[in-house]
């Protein structure tokens, strides 16, 4: 095309002298038609610059040079249309590039998502880093306690964990009704940082003194042997109470004051793609907290004699707890100043409405009412309580095999902390892979995932338990024992439950919530996620504490948890299915 371009535009100026043109002219016209010889057939060769010269000088008073005239004029138009087609042609290649380029981009969110996107995902960080070593750090507290054991956690749950949310619940829809949400934060997560760090360094040192092991001891010789696990409850108080205050950290900091402001910050669109992937930068807490215990259990462990291991252990897990925890407070307290401020990030009218539309004040008895009431919330609630029963029926099994294979507090820690490094990897991955299930699949599917994944994986582990013998010469060939091989088959379990409970579970909870009104929101989710969350544990610890009463054992009802395990499946895909209706319908309305 531009060899002919170079010809038409010679042949014009050499053709043409008389038309103004100058001898300057004619010689880029030699110079040219030299180029276009030089790229066009050898016989085309034979018109030579000098030629084209002299018959230019011969013809510019022929009569034909009118018809050459008219002739260029055509080849004007011709070059005119080619030059548009040529322009026409580089956008489709633009396009191309911009194509590329364009999906290249469009996974990097634009400037005014990353500023609030990027202090949520450290927030979140800094909470499941926090969460993951005390989580850890209450089971082997609980479950290696003298007199103690895994037998302890459904109690636990159930009278104490489950009195302290609703009692918390009561006095956070006060603070709602009297403070600022932000106000509301910081109340509530600082008092769990102070108590954290007083019982590392003050409680724990002092629990020979503080434990009243003669009086319990005393006392359990008039009691029939059932009532073992209640009393090491009471025995070792202090372990319990942190059991709880590790148990509230996740309901109330992760998922009710995190999410909340999560919410409040983002619209559904950017929940839809944001919400399954900055979760991923918070779930490398779970490899790098998981590490970290691996660490300090390793150290303890060549500590000289005479020396407290845990003491020293602790000391170290709740000063990491302290750091991550004031570095969630830093960054909220910027997110106010900085985020919640700027009109890019957020709709600073909507905002200013929220904070205008007057609060309706509810007692406790009103809010339940409220709550009830609202088929939304009650679906949201079977959601939570049927992942709380389900895991935990599960996972107390679980745990009573594993202190079976590690009954030493160093050995059932480090398997912990590989355990909780192993979750955050297949989360990262189950991350990534939740997106493209949101954006090709939709919200109802998302949902249904991790029922499925805990009913296939549960099942298959009440079955390794069942029938224990037919699998003993798959574990001998495996090279490990029956008891080794369900820890493993536990672990997975826990591990694919977890890591699709953070990728895809609770991102579809949350956004559930962003079509809500304000008071749906904040006291709908503080009974949801607060309460919901200890009664779905407490009711699996309930029924497994009557069949433990009923059949003897925890291993003999397991096949009576197995077939419980499938109904409240069945009833969890029930109220997720209709939730999805009820959202699709809200997001329509807005």
Not at 47 to 73: D, G
Request: charged share 15%.
């Amino acid at each position: 095309m531009r060899t002919l371009l170079q010809f038409g535009v010679a042949t014009a100026l050499l053709f043409c002298p008389s038309n103004g043109f100058t001898s300057t002219s004619q010689r880029a016209a030699t110079q040219m038609m030299s180029s276009f010889n030089s790229h066009m057939h050898p016989i085309s060769r034979k018109i030579s610059p000098t030629s084209a010269t002299t018959l230019s000088m011969s013809f510019s008073s022929s009569p034909l040079k009118s018809v050459l005239k008219r002739s260029v004029r055509g080849a004007k138009k011709l070059t005119k249309v080619s030059m548009s087609d040529a322009a026409a042609a580089t956008p489709e290649e633009g396009e191309t590039k911009k194509g590329f380029f364009g999906k290249l981009k469009s996974v990097i969110p634009p400037a005014n998502e990353r500023k609030k996107l990027i202090p949520l995902a450290l927030m979140f960080f800094c909470i499941l880093f926090n969460y993951t070593i005390l989580r850890d750090t209450k089971d082997v507290l609980m479950v290696t306690a003298p007199k103690s054991g895994a037998e302890v956690i459904p109690f636990i749950k159930t009278y104490v964990n489950l009195p302290t949310a609703i009692g918390f619940t009561a006095i956070y829809a006060k603070l709602c009704d009297k403070l600022e949400q932000k106000n509301v934060f910081y109340t509530c997560t600082v008092p769990f940082l102070f108590f954290f760090a007083a019982f590392a360094w003050f409680i724990f040192p002092n629990t020979g003194v503080l434990h009243p092991h003669a009086f319990i001891d005393h006392i359990a010789e008039f009691l029939p042997a059932g009532f073992s696990a209640p009393l090491s409850i009471i025995r070792n108080w202090s372990y319990a109470v942190f059991y709880v205050m590790a148990e509230m950290w996740g309901s109330v900091v992760a998922s009710l004051l995190f999410w909340g402001f999560a919410n409040e910050v983002t619209t559904v669109d950017e929940a839809k793609k944001y919400y399954p992937l900055f979760g991923m930068g918070a779930n490398v807490a779970l490899i790098f907290s998981g590490q970290y215990v691996k660490w300090v259990s390793k150290m303890r462990a060549n500590l000289p004699p005479g020396v407290d291991p845990w003491g020293v252990s602790l000391k170290y897990l709740m000063g990491a707890v302290m750091g991550a925890g004031a570095a969630m407070v830093g960054i909220f307290s910027y997110m106010q100043r900085s985020v919640l401020t700027d009109p890019a990030c957020v709709d600073q009218e909507k905002r200013e409405n929220k904070k205008k539309k007057k609060k309706v004040k509810m007692g406790l008895r009103e809010s339940a009412k409220f709550l009830l009431n609202s088929p939304y919330i009650r679906d949201l609630a079977i959601l939570v309580i049927s992942y709380g029963m389900c895991i935990n029926i599960v996972e107390v099994s679980w745990k009573s095999k594993l202190k079976q294979a590690y009954p030493d507090p160093n050995a059932y820690s480090a398997f912990m902390g590989n355990f909780s490094s192993a979750t955050g990897a297949v989360t990262l991955g189950m991350m990534l892979l939740g997106r493209t299930i949101f954006q090709k699949f939709g919200w109802r599917n998302a949902a249904l995932v991790t029922p499925t994944m805990i009913g296939v994986t549960g099942l298959a582990f009440f079955a390794l338990n069942i029938f224990a013998p037919t699998f003993a010469p798959v574990a001998a060939k495996l090279g490990t024992t029956p008891l080794m091989l369900a820890v493993l088959v536990g672990a997975a379990q826990n591990i694919l439950s977890k890591s699709s409970k953070y990728s895809l579970f609770d991102p579809c909870k949350e956004m559930a919530y962003i079509p809500l009104d304000q008071d749906s929101k904040t006291k709908g989710k503080a009974a949801v996620d607060v309460v919901g969350n200890p009664l779905g544990k407490s009711g699996g610890s309930l029924i497994q504490q009557i069949l433990i009463f009923g059949v003897g054992s925890l291993a003999a009802a397991t096949p009576y948890l197995a077939v419980i395990l499938g109904g409240l499946i069945f009833w969890w895909f029930k109220a997720a299915n209709s939730l999805a209706t009820q959202f699709e319908e809200a997001m329509e309305a807005e």
